[in-house]
C-alpha cells in the first residue's frame, strides 16, 4: 500500500523582507520501506542553539543523541562558535553537520541538522525562532532581554520543533500560541504576557498555514 507524504513549507526569507519560500517534499511508505525523492529523511532539526557573544550557551536544546552527554555538546557547541562568529556567510558544515546561523549584537543563533538535510527548511527555522523573537522582544534581541524573557523562548522554540520535526514556520502564529499558552497556564509570568500583547500578535481565534499535511 503506498501512502503519500505532502510537507508544504511557507517562509519568509531575508528577515521576512518579500521573498516567500516554499518547498515541497514528497515521500512514499511501501510495505514498511520508506522511499524519498529529495531526501532520505523528513526535515528535521538536530539542535538549536543560543550563544552568547563569548561562545558560552544561553539556550541549548538537542532532539538526539549525536551529542550525548553536556562535556560534548559544550565542546561542539565552542567548536561552531569559534568557526562562525567572525564570518559573515550563514551556512557552514561542521563534524558531518549543516549548521545555518545569524547573529544579533550579543547573540549568535544556530540551528543545525544532517549533512543532507535542506539547507533552506534549517534556515526557515532559524528566520521564523529569530523573528518570533523579535516580536515578543520588541525588536530588542539581545542577551539581557533574552534572559529576562527565557519562558517565552522555550515556549517559542516547542512550537516551531517538536522532536526535531519542524511544526510551524509563521513568527506570526508562534507568537500567537505562546501568548495563548502564557494566558492558560503560565499567569504568574504576566510580564510576558503583557510583552506578547504589546507584539502584535493574532487574536485569538486565528488559525495557522499548518505545515504538515497528511494525503
Not at 557547541?77 to 562568529?85: C, D, P, S, V, Y
Request: net charge negative; glycine share 6%.
Amino acid at each position: 500500500m503506498q501512502r503519500h507524504l505532502s510537507i508544504p513549507l511557507q517562509s519568509q526569507w531575508d528577515q521576512g523582507k518579500g521573498f516567500g519560500l516554499l518547498v515541497v517534499a514528497r515521500a512514499f511508505r511501501t510495505e514498511g520501506m520508506f522511499i524519498s525523492l529529495q531526501e532520505p529523511s523528513l526535515y528535521t532539526v538536530k539542535a538549536i542553539l543560543i550563544l552568547d557573544n563569548d561562545g558560552d550557551r544561553l539556550f541549548a536544546k538537542y532532539y538526539d543523541d549525536t551529542y550525548p552527554s553536556v562535556k560534548e555538546q559544550k565542546a561542539f557547541e565552542k567548536n561552531i562558535f569559534n568557526k562562525t562568529h567572525r564570518t559573515d556567510s550563514e551556512i557552514a558544515l561542521l563534524e558531518g553537520l549543516t549548521v545555518v546561523y545569524k547573529s544579533s549584537i550579543d547573540l549568535y543563533f544556530y540551528v543545525i541538522g544532517s549533512s543532507y538535510e535542506n539547507e533552506l527548511m534549517l534556515m526557515a527555522v532559524l528566520n521564523c525562532l529569530f523573528d518570533s523573537l523579535s516580536q515578543m522582544l520588541r525588536k530588542n534581541v539581545e542577551k539581557r532581554a533574552l534572559l529576562e524573557n527565557m519562558e517565552g523562548l522555550f515556549l517559542a522554540v516547542d512550537e516551531i520543533v517538536d522532536g526535531g520535526v519542524i511544526l510551524e514556520s509563521d513568527p506570526q502564529q508562534v507568537v500567537h500560541r505562546v501568548a495563548l499558552r502564557v494566558s492558560e497556564t503560565m499567569p504568574c509570568c504576566l510580564p510576558l504576557l503583557l510583552t506578547l500583547q504589546h507584539s502584535g500578535a493574532p487574536a485569538q481565534g486565528s488559525h495557522g498555514s499548518g505545515l504538515v499535511e497528511y494525503l
